[in-house]
């Protein structure tokens, strides 16, 4: 971006310049030069953080909206030569955000088609000042664009902050007091029940065998790290399952990592969803599947309730996707280009 903000100051040389010696601009050309000067200095000053490492969104936003104030600054100060050069890319820039129908992108088309078939075609103040707006509003609404992907990924970032200290709590409640809500399995075994938890299992036969297993027996047995393992093999899992997401998702030229937050998201989520899903089992919600008798069958259905969050982040991740095509450029327009010929 500096190097783009050293361009520019060039180029308004250049075309403060050729308008000092244009009889309809000289009069103006030094007062929208300094301006425009004056928004790029602006930007630069935006961009001058203590450590690159902090230069964050906000910084490069500010530093953008100066820049786009200074080419808007351009259109004003511009003799009627230089306008004509910019007219391909204004007209570019109007029809990434208006419809084919919309009055603007209409007269921008004429005024465009009109200066390129008269080459003696002088460009009325009015015409230079409807360019100037027009082209202004297709920056701010570039600029809108940017700012609901700003606010989507805070959004998500904050989604991502909580329910990675509830994670986190989980942990260290269940570290505590491991008896609190035991993550075991109770299938019957010999006589006795084998009760089989996270991290260790043991044979429990009640005395006398008749009388059922109770809570105290289940929380003997199990360990103050259950939870804990089961959320680590919760994340690991959600972890693979978003590396696997990130190959249908385009990266982005703008300083917003949408690809990032929505990865980080399924982390905590992945670690959630393990232990809801097991405790779902434990409680008997899936018919069948109420019994497990081995560790190894415990940390495999961790594996597969970690993985199971893409079955809600997806859509996350369909609108952060949606989001990012949305910020129109080059290559996405608002509809057809018309034939300037």
């Known amino acids: 971006m500096r190097a783009r903000i050293t361009e520019l100051d060039a180029i308004i040389d250049a075309l403060s310049t050729r308008a000092s010696v244009d009889s309809d601009r000289r009069r103006v050309v030094t007062n929208y030069a300094s301006k425009a000067r004056w928004e790029l200095a602006e930007a630069q000053r935006s961009l001058l953080v203590s450590r690159p490492g902090r230069r964050r969104a906000a910084h490069l936003g500010v530093a953008q909206a100066h820049m786009d104030a200074a080419l808007n600054l351009m259109v004003w100060m511009a003799s009627a030569e230089d306008i004509k050069a910019m007219l391909p890319q204004m007209v570019a820039l109007v029809e990434e955000h208006f419809a084919p129908s919309d009055p603007r992108r209409v007269r921008v088309t004429d005024i465009a088609r009109g200066m390129q078939h008269n080459a003696d075609r002088k460009l009325r103040p009015s015409e230079r000042a409807f360019l100037a707006e027009t082209v202004g509003l297709a920056r701010k609404l570039l600029w809108n664009e940017r700012l609901r992907v700003r606010s989507f990924v805070r959004i998500v970032a904050t989604v991502t902050v909580g329910l990675t200290i509830a994670a986190a709590a989980v942990a260290v409640i269940t570290v505590v007091w491991e008896a609190l809500v035991p993550l075991c399995f109770t299938p019957e075994f010999e006589g006795g029940f084998n009760v089989v938890c996270p991290t260790a299992s043991e044979v429990v036969v009640p005395d006398p065998p008749s009388e059922p297993l109770t809570s105290g027996m289940i929380a003997g047995v199990a360990q103050a790290g259950d ?115």
């Open 227 to 341: 939870y804990l393992v089961i959320e680590i093999v919760g994340v690991l899992s959600a972890a693979i399952a978003s590396a696997a997401a990130l190959r249908r998702i385009r990266g982005t030229s703008m300083p917003y990592n949408v690809p990032v937050v929505l990865a980080l998201l399924k982390l905590p989520l992945g670690a959630l969803t393990a232990v809801l899903g097991l405790l779902l089992m434990r409680g008997g919600f899936i018919p069948g599947l109420s019994a497990l008798d081995s560790t190894a069958q415990i940390i495999a259905w961790a594996i597969v309730f970690g993985y199971s969050q893409q079955l809600f982040t997806k859509y996350v991740d369909h609108q952060g996707q949606a989001l990012l095509d949305s910020v129109r450029g080059p290559g996405s327009r608002a509809a057809d280009s018309p034939d300037l010929r």
